[in-house]
């Protein structure tokens, strides 16, 4: 059973469903975050029947190790990251550990957890070393860093609070979870015997749930992406006149609905109701600075680069709202994106983003 | 149930009292408790023949397959009792009326203890619960007693006495942390044409391990005195300065005791000046967990000046 690796999915897949709570609950983006879960789970189910041996390449000890100090090195960034809660780099690593944990379960054939098929002598053996160290390697280095910023002083007792709800403390599950697997990755002696035949179904299981591993690990990436690549889809400007106006003037509503990406989604609603009376025009609503915001967004950032209101000499008031669009996986990339509105002294709209 | 299953679920019990968030203090038993869960540990570690801590090589092949497997438990079981630490910080922050999120773990000492028991006696307690044989049936007993001047009984008693009394000696040697004193006035309150502020003094005696003087109280004054601002609000009712003939001049300040040192006897004095300055002197009396039998004096004072500046305290 590839323990490690189930565990890891599910925490991915409840850090990304609760890493952003302004989810609308029947939202498209819930359903698939909802999917997404599910499909980690499954993933779970199904990659726990399937033991796979680790071939040639895998079998070398220089190469196991080598994946082993990519696995520390992520760790160790993690616990680096700025304090922030569940930000997108230390998802970006939890992924990166996942892709780790799966190449090192199937380097090690699995042995440091519990599997249905009974261990030989020497798999067992190496499963038993690979757990006493590991429980006196985490035992130790929890306890030297809980004495030592106990008694650093208050600043690292502050470091150790914001540890506990960031990177290191995600960092310190993910090795309660797979350090096992791990260090028997790291002791475990270059492999010379060929691994045994394996029947065509057994072939075809592990081709499905490598298959189900890369879309667990590989969709968020993707729609990290897509928040970059995928165009932005804004419907027409909806325009209703307004029943009850100002003496002398004229109202309208004016509505538009902006949308980037996909799953990894923002979604930007410019409603505002303006009034022109052939001087100038105005805006009664949906113009102010607590406008400037997204309406929803779903694991991705949003932050604001220009809020902006102006009436011109010639009576046009107009809006202009930009932000930057980071998903939360991959969060380097960034997606601009500008709603602006424009309406003279007669009502016509000059211009719409 | 045997007697060292009996005494797994006692050390169970005795470390959930330790990490519990109720009682909210330990009031200085904190170090009996330990004491007792040291001494466990090793009756317990006596009655597997250390084996967690042994090589492989000195095992045979039934014993050192239940070494593995205790540390195969041990090891998921530390991930949950360190979740079970984080929590319980939580609930006692928020029974202690404070919101300090996660740095009421990785401030409180009870759960920095706690932790480093639970990460030294895991194993041995899941290798005996999972054994759960007396000395007697023990293969090997008599092969593994690297000590054997000391007798085997009293070996778990000296641990236990050892611990308490590096503790009370640690209590005598480490020196006391400086006066912290904060002072935050508060412009709603005044009296007798005073200003009145927040005082709060702490001292501590070996971060947290060892005792804590706390005292809260308020401070008035007015340009020409500073007074206990408190005590002006007693039965007396009026300005107490200069202190009133027969009235001894004691503020009835609150002194917290730690988890793990007890305070015996407190007290606190005010001194006013003919400057107009108050200076608050409070000790208390702290002692090990042996009856008293190693204690110290820790003082902290503070002195205020006439126009609520704060001198440095000792």
């Known amino acids: 059973m590839w323990i490690p690796v189930i565990l890891l999915a599910l925490i991915i897949g409840a850090g990304l469903a609760l890493v952003d709570t302004t989810v609308s609950p029947f939202g498209l983006s819930t359903l698939l975050t909802l999917i997404y879960v599910a499909l980690c789970a499954a993933t779970a189910l199904v990659v726990r029947r399937v033991t796979a041996q680790p071939g040639n390449w895998l079998g070398r000890r220089r190469v196991r190790r080598g994946v082993v100090l990519l696995a520390v090195l992520s760790c160790l960034l993690m616990v680096a990251v700025p304090a922030g809660g569940l930000g997108g780099t230390v998802l970006l690593l939890l992924l990166f550990l996942a892709l780790c944990n799966v190449v090192l379960a199937r380097a090690t054939a699995q042995v440091a957890v519990s599997l249905p098929r009974p261990l030989d002598e020497r798999q067992g053996s190496l499963r038993d070393h690979g757990y006493r160290l590991a429980y006196w390697l985490l035992a130790g280095i929890a306890g030297l860093l809980a004495l030592v910023t106990y008694f650093a002083g208050s600043a690292a007792r502050a470091w150790l609070g914001t540890a506990l709800v960031s990177g290191p403390f995600i960092a310190f599950v993910v090795l309660a979870i797979c350090l096992p697997t791990m260090i028997v990755a790291w002791i475990e002696p270059d492999r010379v015997m060929p691994a045994p035949p394996q029947s065509r179904s057994h072939v075809w299981a592990v081709r499905v749930a490598a298959v189900m591993v890369a879309t667990s690990l590989l969709s968020p990436l993707l729609a990290a992406v897509g928040v970059e690549l995928i165009p932005a889809q804004a419907s027409q400007l909806e325009r209703y006149s307004s029943l009850v106006s100002p003496k002398g003037s004229s109202c309208a509503t004016l509505r538009r609905t902006t949308e980037i990406g996909f799953w990894f989604e923002a979604r930007f609603v410019l409603d505002t109701e303006v009034c022109w009376n052939g001087h100038r025009a105005r805006y009664l609503y949906g113009m102010n600075r607590s406008d400037c915001m997204a309406s929803e967004w779903v694991l991705v950032s949003v932050s604001t680069s220009q809020c902006a209101r102006r009436s011109k000499p010639n009576g046009t008031v107009e809006f202009n709202y930009t932000a930057w669009i980071h998903p939360d996986v991959l969060s380097f990339l960034a997606r601009r994106l500008r709603v602006s509105v424009a309406v003279d002294r007669n009502g016509n709209v000059e211009r719409t983003k | ?314």
């Open chain 2, 1 to 314: 149930m045997s007697w060292p299953r009996l005494l797994v679920v006692a050390m169970v019990l005795v470390w959930c009292l330790l990490a519990s968030p109720v009682p909210t203090s330990l009031r200085g038993s904190g170090a009996l408790l330990v004491a007792f869960l040291v001494a466990t540990g090793v009756t317990l570690g006596q009655n597997s023949q250390w084996r967690v801590w042994r090589r492989t090589s000195q095992l045979d092949e039934r014993e050192g397959q239940a070494r593995d497997h205790a540390y195969r438990l041990a090891f998921r079981a530390m991930g949950i009792g360190i979740f079970v630490l984080v929590v319980t910080a939580f609930i006692a922050d928020v029974l202690h009326g404070q919101v300090r999120g996660p740095l009421a773990f990785a401030d409180g000492p009870r759960y920095l203890i706690a932790a480093l028991l639970l990460f030294g006696l895991l194993p041995t307690v899941i290798l005996t619960w999972t054994e759960a044989r007396s000395p007697a049936e023990s293969p090997s007993a008599t092969t593994s007693n690297r000590l054997p001047r000391i007798p085997t009984a009293v070996r778990p008693a000296l641990a236990g006495v050892l611990v308490l009394g590096l503790w009370g000696a640690a209590l005598w040697l480490v020196p006391a942390g400086t006066v912290r004193a904060i002072v935050v006035p508060s412009p709603n309150l005044s009296m007798s044409g005073g200003t009145c502020g927040a005082v709060q003094i702490s001292r501590q005696l070996g971060d947290g391990l060892g005792a804590a003087l706390n005292i809260s109280t308020n401070i008035c004054w007015n340009g020409r005195h500073a007074w206990d601002g408190d005590r002006s609000l007693g039965p007396a009712g009026k300005y107490p300065f200069p202190p009133v003939e027969g009235n001894p001049p004691t503020c009835s300040l609150g002194i917290d005791s730690s988890d793990f040192e007890p305070i015996s006897s407190e007290s606190c004095t005010e001194e006013h000046y003919p400057s107009g300055e108050l200076r608050i002197v409070a000790q208390a009396r702290v002692s090990s967990g042996i009856d008293g039998w190693l204690s110290r004096t820790i003082r902290a004072s503070i002195a205020i000046t006439a126009k609520g500046k704060v001198l440095k305290g000792d």
